[in-house]
């Protein structure tokens, strides 16, 4: 800490910090309309003028220097700074200073009593309002940089820039064009740093800013598309929400948010909202009232129980939903059914990274906190493009890489930070087993690796030592493709760093052989000593959606209760039927590929899909209709008439994340609170209604009256949880699990003193290489990998309705020039793609991001069929779909 002296108060700053903050932490306030915290400092504006040891500096940008005097309360200092702000203001039209615009500079010119006749320029330079949430007012820019230091320093795009001279300068997009057009992500950076209304969102929330939010009516809460867990505030007005802005003091987010979590809340109000429950006559959906819709859902699941026992009935939870929603799911399956047939999404995303770390490590969450891994000196970032899929982190981890640490990328495709490595490997899809044994060959070939905590903390080196005999970096390149040079050199970086961390995302999991993938990625951090110690920042995954780690979390598994306690362990039965005061069924129940199949057989009479559109975005898309369609019952608790819903029998209008109470968990294992922000629509309600009400209609009280009752009594069941309640997140923000004491903090890092597996060691895997399920020949040549784009979320129901629409208005087939000659494709031609189990319609889109004989597509556009091309071939271990190796062709159409 530095000691400074401000108006003749004693101050203690943070080393390295300037005089604004030290006159900040004095609690005075200065003008700084170029400044920012999170910003490096310019100076440019001069309204933070103060005197430091008798001499005029901007404070912004001069150094708190230990003793140093600093004065700024002087009239002469006040002079100066109202001359800066007046000499701004003229430079600007009127109506930026009009009554009604709620910019910083219209704040601070009334601190210092500048009135509106100082805007004194006639304007006339235009605007920009091609873009669907960011409009320009060029009038109204004093090129204070702000927006250009936002979008490269926190955000990472580098998208705008200033252009012109002098009093002419104005910012405007890199790529030059319109907005609309440029390298823009609409993280809304630049929208909540304005100081002048210069760059603003449209409509209703037009002007409101980080500056200015307090005069708004907000709402703190979660976001729920991506697993990151941005902390939002939203601003509503007569029930509607006006604007989401990202909550400075997240400590997941820090005032940042993308596209998605910033303005894709159209959804809210679209007229394909559902309202009213709809119950199936004669082939048609018809609206009904809840009890009539409730009664019926009723008597089918006692029927299908009366005429095929308890497990002729399976629920799909939704990782869209909240803890509490998850909870009281899977004890209705239980409690009120007596099945274990109850799963959940992660299914199909992360399963294999709960089965892999949890045999690796003990548990199944990641290893770290995000803080911890943004302090890495070498980032391994695998499988995953967190630039597009979870920006936020990839901003993150974007900064870090300009700030000097190394980064090795392992991905087909060259995406994201892909673009910003020190070496990206690009294996051949279904060979990422192979390519991490290659690079732990190199880390025991070259002594890279930690002994002395390989023989206190680790067994399964001797066995995997002889193994890796066979992936020497020359056999590893030609099974992946991938240069023997850069397995090489992949490994030397992360091999010789001081403090490195892995990250990791779909492309590891969603694989024949995902668990092996997890659990042979887990070896590197193993070998390194970087797990459990100070000298590494573990293996982490980036979670697909919301909540989809909290909703494993709560028990929404056929074979682990609430806590991870295995359904097969009499002690962990014991602790639930303690509590919920019924026999806990013993043997594990359907997962979500074997209820279908169960369906398909006629063993399955019913099926309660909550929250997850299963027939667009589950792979072998017309066997999963098959499926639905052979249940006698299908209940569907949607938002919209989604895919799925058009197969049900009962349809229940239900909540988004935006209007309901409770929790969600992020990728790194942090509790948070879910709060209101607006009522739903209609007659829809909360699942967590939904499900206390259906099994008050079936003569059950589950109990758990509020959400807060039911994280409580989740604590009791499971012990990992106990420290948690809603009180405690309401007061401290984010807690991370383990935390089984309500007086302690939760573990952010895990395993300091031991592994949680039952010899308290980690446990390294030898798992050889296997091929995919999949391989192209000649008959179907290419490779297609599916995966996410950055402006839309999943099957898109909520980003397809309103303006993310129109910046990713169709669903492209990425392919390669090479390629695109070979079948004579061109950029934006109708493009017929055929696996061996169906047919989509995409448009092309040529580009080098894909390699030779490889396509890319995501599954944002139901109508477009992509589900139908991927294959029911999944982990060996988990049931985790393959979606990213399937055998196509493509011709145009």
Not at 583 to 601: E, K, N, T, Y
Not at 764 to 773: H, N, T
Request: charge should be negative; hydrophobic fraction near 40%; proline fraction near 7%.
């Amino acid at each position: 800490m530095t000691g400074v002296d401000v108006d003749g108060t004693s101050i203690e700053v943070p080393e390295g910090a300037s005089l604004l903050v030290a006159v900040r932490m004095a609690g005075i306030e200065l003008p700084a309309l170029c400044s920012d915290d999170r910003l490096s400092p310019v100076g440019s504006c001069r309204t933070c003028l103060v005197r430091a040891d008798g001499r005029i500096a901007a404070a912004c940008v001069t150094p708190a220097v230990s003793g140093v005097r600093v004065e700024t309360v002087t009239d002469d200092l006040r002079q100066l700074r109202r001359d800066a702000v007046e000499l701004i203001a003229s430079a600007l039209p009127p109506r930026a200073l009009a009554d009604g615009n709620p910019s910083e500079l219209v704040h601070v010119c009334r601190s210092m009593g500048v009135g509106p006749e100082a805007a004194q320029a006639t304007g006339g330079r235009g605007g920009d309002e091609s873009h669907p949430y960011v409009h320009l007012d060029r009038d109204l820019c004093i090129a204070c940089g702000r927006c250009v230091r936002m979008c490269a320093e926190v955000q990472g795009t580098f998208a705008l820039t200033l252009v012109g001279r002098g009093a002419d300068t104005v910012v405007a997009p890199g790529t030059g064009g319109s907005w609309a057009e440029s390298d823009c992500v609409a993280c809304g950076g630049c929208v909540d740093i304005c100081p002048t209304g210069a760059i603003t969102e449209p409509g209703p929330g037009r002007g409101l800013t980080s500056a200015n939010r307090s005069a708004a009516a907000l709402t703190r809460t979660t976001c729920g598309y991506c697993g990151v867990g941005c902390s939002l505030e939203v601003a509503t007005q007569d029930g509607e929400v006006t604007a989401v802005l990202p909550a400075r003091d997240s400590p997941v987010n820090r005032g940042h948010a993308c596209v998605k979590g910033r303005f894709a809340h159209g959804y809210l109000t679209s007229s394909e909202r559902l309202t009213r429950p709809l119950l199936r006559r004669d082939g048609h959906l018809e609206p009904v009232g809840w009890d009539e819709a409730l009664g019926h859902v009723a008597r089918g699941l006692r029927e299908a129980v009366d005429t095929g026992g308890p497990d002729a009935v399976a629920a799909i939870s939704s990782a869209r939903a909240t803890n509490e929603e998850n909870y009281l799911v899977q004890k209705f399956m239980r409690v009120v059914i007596g099945t274990n047939n109850v799963d959940n999404c992660s299914r199909l995303c992360h399963s294999p990274s709960a089965a892999g770390l949890t045999a690796s490590f003990g548990l199944s969450g990641g290893t770290d906190s995000f803080d911890d891994v943004e302090r890495a000196d070498c980032l391994l970032v695998v499988g995953a493009n967190p630039v597009e899929a979870h920006p936020v982190v990839g901003a993150r981890l974007l900064q870090r890489v300009l700030r000097g640490a190394r980064l090795v990328v392992a991905d087909p495709r060259a995406v994201g930070l892909a673009l910003h490595a020190d070496v990206h490997l690009r294996p051949r899809p279904g060979t990422n087993v192979a390519l991490f044994h290659g690079l732990a060959h190199v880390l025991l070939a070259e002594g890279l690796i930690d002994e002395g905590f390989l023989r206190r903390r680790a067994t399964g080196l001797p066995e995997l030592t002889e193994l890796l005999d066979d992936y020497s970096p020359q056999q590893v390149a030609d099974i992946t493709g991938v240069p023997a040079a850069d397995v090489v050199a992949a490994a030397r970086l992360y091999g010789r760093a001081e403090r490195p961390a892995i990250v990791y995302g779909l492309g590891v999991t969603e694989h024949l052989h995902g668990t092996d993938g997890v659990r042979s990625l887990a070896n590197l951090a193993i070998l390194r000593g970087a797990v459990g110690t100070d000298r590494g920042y573990g293996v982490n995954p980036l979670r697909g959606q919301n909540n989809v780690q909290g909703a494993s979390d709560m028990g929404a598994l056929p074979d682990l209760l609430p806590g991870y306690g295995k359904v097969t362990d009499p002690a962990a039965r014991s602790r639930a039927e303690a509590v919920w005061g019924v026999p806990v069924p013993h043997r594990p129940g359907l997962r979500i590929p074997d209820m279908f199949a169960a369906a398909r057989a006629g063993n399955l009479r019913a099926l309660w899909v909550i929250g997850e559109d299963v027939r667009a975005t589950d792979p072998d898309a017309n066997r999963v209709a098959q499926a639905l369609d052979a249940c006698s019952l299908v209940v569907c608790n949607e938002l919209f008439l989604s895919e799925t819903a058009r197969h049900a029998d009962i349809v229940l209008p239900v909540a988004s994340w935006l209007e309901k109470d409770g929790t969600f968990v992020n990728f790194d294992r942090r509790f948070q609170r879910v709060r209101p922000a607006v009522p739903p629509p209609g007659d829809a309600r909360t699942d967590f209604d939904v499900v206390r009400s259906l099994a008050a209609v079936m003569g059950v009280d589950l109990g758990c009256a509020t959400p807060a009752d039911a994280l409580a009594e989740c604590g009791r069941v499971a012990p990992v949880f106990a420290g948690l309640s809603h009180d405690r997140l309401d007061r401290e923000g984010a807690v991370p699990w383990p935390c089984p004491d309500s007086g302690r903090p939760g573990e952010a890092t895990l395993y300091a003193e031991r592994f949680a597996t039952p010899d308290g060691r980690a446990h390294l895997a030898a798992a050889p290489y296997l091929p995919p399920g999949e391989q192209p020949d000649d008959d179907y040549p290419l490779v297609l990998v599916t995966g996410r784009r950055w402006a839309h979320y999943n099957s898109g129901s909520m980003t397809r309705r309103g303006g993310n629409l129109e910046l990713d208005p169709v669903d492209f087939l990425d392919i390669h020039p090479d390629d695109a000659i070979r079948y004579d494709l061109r950029d934006g031609t109708q493009v017929s793609v055929e696996s061996r189990h169906g047919r989509a319609r995409l448009v092309a889109r040529v580009s080098e991001q894909t390699a030779p004989g490889q396509v890319f597509c995501s599954f944002h556009f139901p109508a477009s069929g992509v589900n139908s091309l991927t294959s029911d071939h999944a982990d060996t271990v988990t049931s985790c779909p393959e979606y990213k190796v399937t055998a196509v062709r493509v011709a145009a159409s």
